[in-house]
């Protein structure tokens, strides 16, 4: 059985239709790129190294996976800077958040292990077990756990979409992009950024609640609590 041709895609003729044709893909351009240009302009001066951020009272980390139960070498990073901004001072306690969506897999509690192996003390250390992404954290620092100002750990390639999010959700947040090889896993969270830009925005715009709410929890206040005996 012969299969049917399949036909190009005719070019307009006229040079109306070419014009035409020409803004809609400078258009399309234009709607593709303007999530990402949301994120510079809300971001880009509120990133600083790691030397240089200035002193909140809450580190954020943001989860990035587990390898046979501990943290994946970009979720360690992210996790080895938190604890160096507890030693030097610059926060007093860190709230790790991550999936939890299932008994086997534990992000935060994984990351809090992590943490207490470097130093960080247990009860500096606040657990949020519902972070399925980053919309959901950021919302869930701010109406669960009460985080107004907030030092926000991730890789470089997704910490402006963390300070965009969470200053939508009311955080007045700077952060710091941990530094990696240009390899491949590198590589594919640059493109999956270019992706999750238009759900960013589309997070901010529509402000949807995230999976779990739930009541308030006293753990951040606990832990400044703790820092300030």
């Given at each position: 059985?012969?299969?049917?041709?399949?036909?190009?895609?005719?070019?307009?003729?006229?040079?109306?239709?070419?014009?035409?044709?020409?803004?809609?893909?400078?258009?399309?351009?234009?709607?593709?790129?303007?999530?990402?240009?949301?994120?510079?302009?809300?971001?880009?001066?509120?990133?600083?190294?790691?030397?240089?951020?200035?002193?909140q009272e809450v580190a954020v980390v943001f989860g990035a996976g587990?390898?046979?139960?501990?943290?994946?070498?970009?979720?360690?990073?992210?996790?080895?800077?938190?604890?160096?901004?507890?030693?030097?001072?610059?926060?007093?306690?860190?709230?790790?958040?991550g999936d939890n969506s299932r008994e086997e897999y534990d992000e935060?509690?994984?990351?809090?292990?992590?943490?207490?192996?470097?130093?960080?003390?247990?009860?500096?250390?606040?657990?949020?077990?519902?972070?399925?992404?980053?919309?959901?954290?950021?919302?869930?620092?701010?109406?669960?756990?009460?985080?107004?100002?907030?030092?926000?750990?991730?890789?470089?390639?997704?910490?402006?979409?963390?300070?965009?999010?969470?200053?939508?959700?009311?955080?007045?947040?700077?952060?710091?992009?941990?530094?990696?090889?240009?390899?491949?896993?590198?590589?594919?969270?640059?493109?999956?950024?270019?992706?999750?830009?238009?759900?960013?925005?589309?997070?901010?715009?529509?402000?949807?609640?995230?999976?779990?709410?739930?009541?308030?929890?006293?753990?951040?206040?606990?832990?400044?609590?703790?820092?300030?005996?």
């Amino acid at each position: 059985m012969k299969l049917p041709r399949l036909r190009r895609p005719r070019m307009p003729r006229t040079r109306r239709g070419q014009r035409r044709l020409v803004w809609a893909a400078m258009l399309g351009c234009v709607l593709a790129l303007s999530p990402a240009t949301w994120m510079h302009a809300v971001a880009d001066s509120r990133v600083r190294p790691l030397a240089e951020v200035p002193a909140q009272e809450v580190a954020v980390v943001f989860g990035a996976g587990l390898w046979q139960g501990r943290p994946t070498p970009y979720l360690a990073h992210r996790l080895d800077a938190a604890a160096e901004l507890y030693s030097t001072g610059k926060v007093k306690a860190v709230l790790v958040t991550g999936d939890n969506s299932r008994e086997e897999y534990d992000e935060p509690d994984a990351m809090r292990t992590y943490l207490t192996e470097r130093g960080v003390p247990d009860e500096r250390i606040v657990s949020d077990y519902a972070g399925f992404d980053t919309w959901d954290s950021c919302v869930r620092a701010k109406k669960i756990f009460g985080v107004d100002r907030a030092v926000l750990v991730t890789q470089g390639f997704h910490i402006r979409r963390a300070v965009a999010l969470c200053d939508s959700a009311g955080i007045d947040s700077y952060g710091v992009g941990v530094d990696e090889p240009l390899d491949s896993h590198w590589i594919h969270g640059s493109v999956r950024e270019m992706f999750a830009a238009g759900k960013a925005a589309l997070d901010v715009v529509f402000q949807p609640d995230p999976k779990f709410l739930g009541d308030r929890e006293k753990g951040v206040a606990e832990a400044l609590a703790a820092a300030g005996k």
